[in-house]
C-alpha cells in the first residue's frame, strides 16, 4: 500500500503500529512466521511531565496567588512561597481564573462551558454560571466587580460557536449576548468603568462594544495574525493588544485610533497585562520570555527569562513590582518587574 513501510528482506510480512502512546510508547512489531505472526512488545518509559499552567491571578490584597493546571487550583501565599490549599470541582480542564474584584471570591472558567464561584478561604463551591455553548476562553471584570463579560468558542468542521456574554456577577444573571462575533474568541476585557467590551478574534482585529447599549462601536484593524490578548489600562485610556504576529498595539480609547507598535518577542505574544499604575505593561508567549514595557515611553524595559516553556499567563499584584507567571514548564514564578529580577519559584 503506498505509504507504508517496505518490509525487510528476510520478513514476508511486517507490519509496525503504534498500539498506545500516554505515560509511554508502546510498539508492537508483527513478524510474520509460518506458524502465525509472533509479537513482541517494546516500551519505552517517558518521564513525567507536569501539567501547563494555564492561568494565574493576584487576589485583590495581593497576598495570594492563585494557578491553574488542567482541573486543579492552588493557592499559594505571597509571602512565603507556601501552598494554602487545593481543590478542583470542573469535569474539563480550566482555562481561566480570576478573583472578583473586593472579594475573596475567586472564579475559574473551564472547557465544561461553565464558571465556578469559589470561596478562596475553603475551597468551597458557591455558585456556577451555565449558560455558554462551547469552552470558555476569557473572564474580565469591571473595576468594581459587579459585571463580568466572558469569551467562549469552538471552532471544527462540525461546530462554530463564537460567543462574547455580559453577566450579573453577584447574581450569575446573564445580562446580554454581544452581537457581531464572527470568528474565535481569544480574548475579552471588560474597561474599569464598565462601559466597554473589548475583545481579540482569530480574524485578526479587535472589536469593542458599547455596554449599556450591547451593541458593536467599531472594529480595530492593524494586526496581521491571531489577536490573543486585550487589556485596558487602569484608568481606562488605553487598550492593548498583543498577536501571533509577535507585535503588541497600543490604542487611543476616546478616538480608537493606534497609537504606537511595540516590537521585540521572536515568537506568537499570547498574553498582555497593565500593571496597577498603568506605567508598565507585561508581555508573553511562545519565545519562552516575558517582556516588560514603559507605556509612557513605548521602550522594552527588561526581559524575565526562567521559564523552560511556552509562557501562558502573567498577572501583575497590587504594585507594579510584583509580577507572576506561569507556563508550559509546569511552575509559577514571581518577579520584580521593576527590577527585571526573579523572586521565587512555585511549583
Not at 467562549?152 to 462575533?181: M, Q
Not at 466597554?196 to 482569530?202: K, L, Q, S
Not at 508567549?285 to 514603559?294: E, N
Request: glycine share 8%.
Amino acid at each position: 500500500m503506498s505509504g507504508q513501510p517496505q518490509p525487510p528482506n528476510d520478513h514476508p510480512r511486517w507490519c509496525p503500529r503504534i498500539v498506545s502512546m500516554s505515560l509511554g510508547l508502546v510498539f508492537c512489531f508483527s513478524l510474520g512466521v509460518a506458524a502465525g505472526c509472533a509479537k513482541k512488545t517494546v516500551t519505552a518509559a517517558a518521564a513525567a511531565i507536569p501539567p501547563w499552567i494555564e492561568c494565574v491571578a493576584f487576589s485583590p490584597d495581593g497576598k495570594t496567588l492563585a494557578a491553574a493546571a488542567d482541573q486543579d487550583v492552588k493557592l499559594w501565599d505571597v509571602a512565603t512561597g507556601k501552598e494554602k490549599l487545593s481543590f478542583h470541582g470542573h469535569s474539563s480542564a480550566i482555562t481561566v481564573v480570576a478573583f472578583i474584584p473586593g472579594s475573596d471570591k475567586l472564579i475559574t472558567g473551564s472547557h465544561d462551558h461553565t464558571l465556578i464561584v469559589w470561596d478562596s478561604a475553603t475551597g468551597k463551591q458557591e455558585r456556577t454560571f451555565q449558560g455558554h455553548k462551547t469552552p470558555i476562553t476569557s473572564v474580565s471584570f469591571s473595576a468594581d466587580g459587579k459585571t463580568m463579560a466572558t469569551a467562549a468558542s469552538h471552532a471544527s468542521p462540525f461546530i462554530t460557536s463564537y460567543e462574547v456574554k455580559l453577566w450579573n456577577a453577584a447574581t450569575g444573571d446573564c445580562l446580554a449576548d454581544l452581537p457581531n462575533s464572527p470568528a474565535f474568541v481569544s480574548s475579552v476585557a471588560l474597561s474599569p468603568d464598565g462601559k466597554t467590551v473589548a475583545a481579540g478574534f482569530w480574524d485578526e482585529t479587535v472589536r469593542i462594544w458599547d455596554v449599556a447599549k450591547r451593541s458593536l462601536v467599531t472594529t480595530l484593524k492593524g494586526h496581521a495574525e491571531t489577536v490573543s490578548s486585550v487589556a485596558f489600562s487602569p484608568d481606562g485610556k488605553l487598550l492593548a493588544s498583543g498577536s501571533w504576529e509577535r507585535t503588541i498595539k497600543l490604542w487611543d480609547t476616546e478616538t480608537w485610533k493606534e497609537l504606537a507598535t511595540l516590537q521585540g518577542h521572536d515568537d506568537r505574544i499570547l498574553v498582555v497585562k497593565f500593571s496597577p499604575s498603568g506605567k508598565l505593561l507585561a508581555s508573553a508567549g511562545d519565545d519562552h520570555t516575558i517582556r516588560i514595557w514603559d507605556v509612557s515611553s513605548r521602550q522594552l524595559r527588561s526581559i524575565l527569562a526562567g521559564h523552560k516553556g511556552i509562557v501562558k499567563d502573567v498577572a501583575f499584584g497590587t504594585t507594579d513590582s510584583l509580577l507572576a507567571s506561569g507556563g508550559q514548564d509546569g511552575t509559577v514564578r514571581l518577579w520584580d518587574a521593576e527590577k527585571g529580577e526573579e523572586r521565587m519559584t512555585l511549583r
